[in-house]
């Protein structure tokens, strides 16, 4: 539906519904004849005012207003942090305004904070009429000032600004120096850094980490920042020699050959580490059948009478063979004189681990994925049962019960299985409560990484 305008009857027009300005004239209406005459007359005169340029002296004036204007509001705006007076008070004050800021240019300065009533002078009425805007056609006070201010009455006006040279305080008041001084700042202390000799000791401390790990994978730089302190005997802690000491060692690294030693081994008992194998333990990477097969061998012998651990290939050959594919794995160790028993399983891309309770018959389930893989439990289970039989221990043929750890330390993330597995294994060989979680793992695989470097757990 289309809107249709409304067409509103006015009345018809008349000069008495018009009501009389303060500088209007009234008109009346004759014969057309007088009417046209007047008609033309009026524009003509108003041709003859658009047409005739406003005198020189007011273009003049004009653009000396505009001009003290902005001086004005440069003065009041930008030099002063307070404003005590209405911006009303400042404007339209004609030729005494120009010729006060004619004054203030040539140098004279004044100051505002002066009695209006002691207006002797051309100097003191033109403050005065600066600070009461004392304009000469206002008169709609009916006390001839500004915000019913009366003529009789003495005005102190203190706390102004003062345009020029400012050496006279105000008579009341603090002085305007100490309103717009702002308070002295503390000084910060001075940002130490690192001298000379600091960095040579940085880069002696790295070239000493090369040397005993083959590469910088396990420093880090709370380790750097302990060395630097033991030496100086001085903080090194803050954020400043923190950031120059990352950069010092960023530095090193970049440089070819210092990254790591490509001939770099550790060898335990059968083991053999390369820097291949230690550097699974770097970032995200996953770890490898060496780096684990040598860390359980060094939690086996942390407590050689109460665990026994197994290789990682045991499953498997378990699995796919059967007893009779392991059962000479084990032909120098009853397993059943043992505590623990740990057995790492490594399902395709996965670590997880079983861990045997051989006096309570328990077969438990460690899984940081906390996955139910209800088989494995059932093949440790018969293969602890042919071996109690060849062994001839009937007290362990039956009796075993399988179990699922499910209030462990959960990965989030898909690269760090094999670390949990490893922690796991140590912990429970040292009968420790487990204490880490996933925002420890960047630490614990630098902690791995100098163990199987010293061969060594560090408990």
Not at 199 to 216: A, E, K, N, P, R
Request: aromatic share 10%; hydrophobic share 30%; charged share 25%.
């Amino acid at each position: 539906m289309r809107h249709t305008p409304v067409q509103r009857h006015l009345p018809p027009f008349s000069p008495h519904c018009l009501a009389r300005g303060k500088n209007e004239k009234l008109f009346y209406t004759g014969g057309d004849e007088i009417w046209d005459e007047e008609e033309e007359e009026e524009e003509e005169e108003g041709l003859r005012r658009a047409c005739t340029p406003p005198p020189r002296q007011q273009r003049r004036g004009r653009r000396q207003r505009l001009r003290n204007l902005r001086y004005l509001y440069w003065g009041l705006y930008k030099r002063s942090a307070m404003l005590p007076l209405q911006w009303k008070l400042w404007g339209g004050l004609g030729g005494r305004r120009r010729r006060l800021w004619r004054k203030v240019r040539e140098g004279g300065g004044c100051s505002v904070g002066v009695e209006l009533d002691k207006s002797h002078g051309r100097g003191a009425e033109e403050v005065a009429s600066v600070a009461n805007h004392v304009a000469d056609g206002e008169t709609d006070s009916p006390h001839g000032l500004p915000n019913g201010f009366s003529e009789s009455d003495p005005i102190l006006i203190t706390n102004v600004c003062s345009i020029g040279n400012q050496e006279t305080p105000a008579i009341n008041g603090p002085h305007p120096q100490e309103e717009l001084t702002p308070p002295p700042e503390k000084e910060a202390p001075p940002i130490v850094t690192l001298t000379q000799e600091h960095v040579t000791c940085v880069q002696s401390i790295l070239d000493q980490f090369l040397q005993t790990y083959g590469s910088l994978i396990p420093l880090g730089t709370e380790e750097v920042l302990e060395k630097l302190e033991d030496v100086f005997q001085e903080p090194f802690t803050t954020p400043a020699r923190r950031t120059v000491v990352q950069h010092v060692i960023q530095s090193y690294q970049r440089h070819p050959g210092n990254a790591m030693l490509r001939g770099f081994r550790v060898t335990y008992k059968r083991h053999v580490l390369s820097m291949d194998d230690l550097g699974t333990l770097y970032g995200q990477n996953w770890l490898n059948d060496q780096v684990m097969n040598m860390y359980g061998d060094l939690v086996m012998d942390a407590v050689p009478d109460k665990v026994h651990f197994f290789n990682s290939f045991f499953y498997d050959k378990l699995r796919t063979k059967g007893y009779e594919g392991v059962k000479r794995w084990t032909k120098n160790v009853d397993i059943f004189n043992k505590q623990l028993l740990l057995i790492p399983i490594h399902l395709e891309v996965h670590w997880s681990l079983v861990c045997v309770d051989v006096p309570n018959r328990t077969i438990t389930y460690f899984d940081s994925q906390r996955t139910l893989n209800r088989r494995c439990p059932k093949h440790i289970a018969k293969y602890l049962q042919a071996e109690a039989v060849k062994k001839d221990r009937p007290e362990y043929v039956s009796g075993w019960t399988g179990l699922f750890k499910m209030n462990v330390a959960r990965q989030n993330n898909d690269s760090d299985c094999g670390a949990f597995v490893l922690q796991y294994c140590k912990f429970l060989a040292l009968g420790l409560p487990f204490t880490f979680g996933q925002q420890d793992m960047p630490k614990l695989r630098r902690q791995i990484y100098k163990e199987l470097c010293h061969c060594k757990l560090a408990v």
